[in-house]
């Protein structure tokens, strides 16, 4: 049975809180807007081809170069995209398979770049 949250080692919760991400891979893809978050600058977009074993991505984080005016749901677009990791500590690895959780990095994803391909799709 996990324990409450307020029980969790503070240097575990530290590290699942702010993870210190690093730069893996990039990829281009193809999809659309499913849905922004104006106020945290995040979108969730639906790829057509997997990434990460899925491909609906949520809580993508906006590159500073888009324009959240350019950005329109349900759009056919080329998703520039980076894959950011952040490996965890054995530690915090043993407790949460403790818990559990099988985890052993936090992945997060950028969208670096969009561009339409088709306004009528």
Request: proline fraction near 3%; hydrophobic fraction near 35%; charge should be negative.
């Amino acid at each position: 049975m996990a324990k409450k949250k307020d029980e969790i080692p503070k240097e575990i919760d530290d590290e699942l809180k702010s993870p210190k991400f690093n730069k893996s891979k990039t990829y281009t893809s193809t999809g659309y807007i499913l849905e922004l978050n104006e106020t945290d600058k995040k979108v969730d977009i639906q790829v057509y081809e997997p990434i990460a074993g899925t491909t609906i991505l949520e809580g993508l984080i906006l590159s500073e170069k888009i324009n959240l005016n350019d950005i329109e749901k349900g759009v056919v677009c080329e998703f520039k995209l980076d894959e950011l990791k952040a490996p965890l500590s054995k530690k915090t690895v043993d407790y949460l398979k403790e818990q559990g959780i099988t985890l052993t990095e936090i992945i997060q994803f950028e969208l670096k770049e969009l561009k339409v391909i088709d306004e009528n799709a």
